[in-house]
C-alpha cells in the first residue's frame, strides 16, 4: 500500500533561515510520481513541482529546492532565505502508475517564517 | 490562466439540509477528484473520475454522499442528509490524464459548516 509520511507537524524559523521539509514515502511500485503542493492561508491547494521516480536529479526553482533520494524514499524540500510569505502548509503527495490515478496525500507541514 | 472553479465558496447549512457542492475542471482535463479537508483526517480522497466514469469511490461515505459528472465541465458533489461531522473544506481538482501521475489541479475549496 502507498503512504506517506510527513514527521513534521509544524516548523517555526526566522526570516532569512533555511528551512527543509520532510517527506518520506512507501510504494511497492517501481514506476510512481511525487508531488509538492502549498497551502497558503488563504486556503487553496497550489502546485509546486512534480518528479518522477526515474528523475533523481535534485531541482532548484528560485529559493525553492527538492532533493530526491529513491535509497531513503524522501523527497524532502528545502526553502532557502525563508520569507514571511512562505508561511503556509506544505503537503507531499505520491501517485503510483499502476493505473488506480490516486493521489495519497501526506498530513502536511504548517511552515511558520516569523518577522 | 486556467483553473478549477468551485462552488460555493462558503455554506451554512441546518443539519439535515440537503448540500450540493459544484466544480467545473480545467477544460480539457479528464479526470477529476474530490477531497476532503478536516483538522483531524487531513486530505481525504472521497472519489474521483475518469472520462466522466467512476473510478473509485470507496472513501465516501456511501448513506449520504453521492458524486456525478453530468458532462465533462461539471462535477457535483451531494451530501443528504448533512450532519454537523460533514463540516470540511471540499476541494475539487482535475487533470489531464494520459496516464498515472499527471499533476492535478485543486480548485479553491467548498468551505461547508453544517450547524
Redesign the interface.
Known amino acids: 500500500a502507498q503512504k506517506v509520511t510527513q514527521a513534521q507537524t509544524e516548523i517555526s524559523v526566522v526570516e532569512k533561515e533555511d528551512v527543509t521539509l520532510d517527506c518520506v514515502y512507501e510504494t511497492r511500485d517501481t ?3 511525487l ?1 509538492w ?1 502549498k497551502q497558503p492561508p ?6 509546486l513541482i ?1 518528479r ?1 521516480s526515474f528523475d533523481e536529479q535534485n531541482e532548484i526553482s528560485g529559493r525553492y529546492s527538492w532533493n530526491f533520494q529513491k535509497s531513503t524514499s524522501s523527497f524532502n524540500f528545502t526553502i532557502t532565505a525563508s520569507q514571511v510569505v512562505d508561511s503556509a502548509v506544505y ?1 507531499c503527495a505520491l ?14 507541514t504548517r511552515l511558520k517564517v516569523l518577522a | 490562466d486556467a483553473r478549477v472553479t468551485q462552488t460555493p465558496r462558503h455554506k451554512v447549512t441546518e443539519m439535515g439540509q440537503e448540500v450540493t457542492m459544484r466544480c467545473q475542471p480545467i477544460l480539457g482535463h479528464n479526470t477529476v477528484f474530490w477531497y476532503r479537508q478536516t483538522m483531524m483526517q487531513g486530505l481525504e480522497l472521497l472519489a474521483y473520475f475518469r472520462n466522466r466514469a467512476p473510478l473509485d469511490d470507496s472513501g465516501m461515505p456511501k448513506d449520504r454522499f453521492s458524486a456525478e459528472m453530468p458532462d465533462a465541465t461539471l462535477a457535483t458533489l451531494k451530501i443528504q442528509p448533512s450532519e454537523p461531522r460533514d463540516s470540511a473544506v471540499y476541494f475539487c481538482a482535475s487533470g489531464r490524464s494520459t496516464g498515472s501521475g499527471n499533476t492535478i489541479y485543486f480548485g479553491e475549496g467548498s468551505w461547508l459548516t453544517v450547524v
Open positions: 514506476t510512481y510520481y508531488f503542493y488563504s486556503g487553496e491547494l497550489v502546485f512534480r518522477n503537503f501517485s503510483e502508475a499502476s493505473g488506480t490515478y490516486k493521489y495519497i496525500f501526506g498530513t502536511g
